[in-house]
């Protein structure tokens, strides 16, 4: 049974299967830092907003959030960091982050299908 991704997430796992076992790893570390990065601001500038006192509250201060020039500038920085801390491209980042927003087992199991295909080793989507 063959799962259908959209565009981006069907280039993003094709990318991915390609990188050879290390980088790969290295790019999934460097998404979940990313990430941790991101909910942390994020959750941060809620807080010091009124803390979102029901969802869809919560829902507009976190987009208030992402639309701020602060966070556009703590963005490129922690990119730059982890980026330079991880050794791994913008590009390969970007990947995962595609990859972790569908986050299935069936995603997972596409990326470890084709990257068996490929010879560059299974990994585990929940690194």
Known sequence: MTSTFDEATTVAIAAF???DFNTAVQAMRAEADYDHEQDQ???RYIDEHGGGADDMEYDALHAQAQA???FAQFIDAVRKEILDYFGVTG????WV????NDDS????AEVNRQRSELGTGEVRGDL
Do not use: G, H, Y
């Not at 590009?91 to 970007?94: K, M, S």
């Not at 982050?97 to 972790?100: D, P, Q, S, Y």
């Open 17 to 19: 299967a390609q990188l």
């Open 41 to 43: 601001w994020i959750t």
């Open 68 to 70: 701020t020039p602060e």
């Open 91 to 94: 590009e390969q980042l970007d």
């Open 97 to 100: 982050v595609v990859l972790r």
């Open 105 to 108: 087992d069936e995603l997972w």
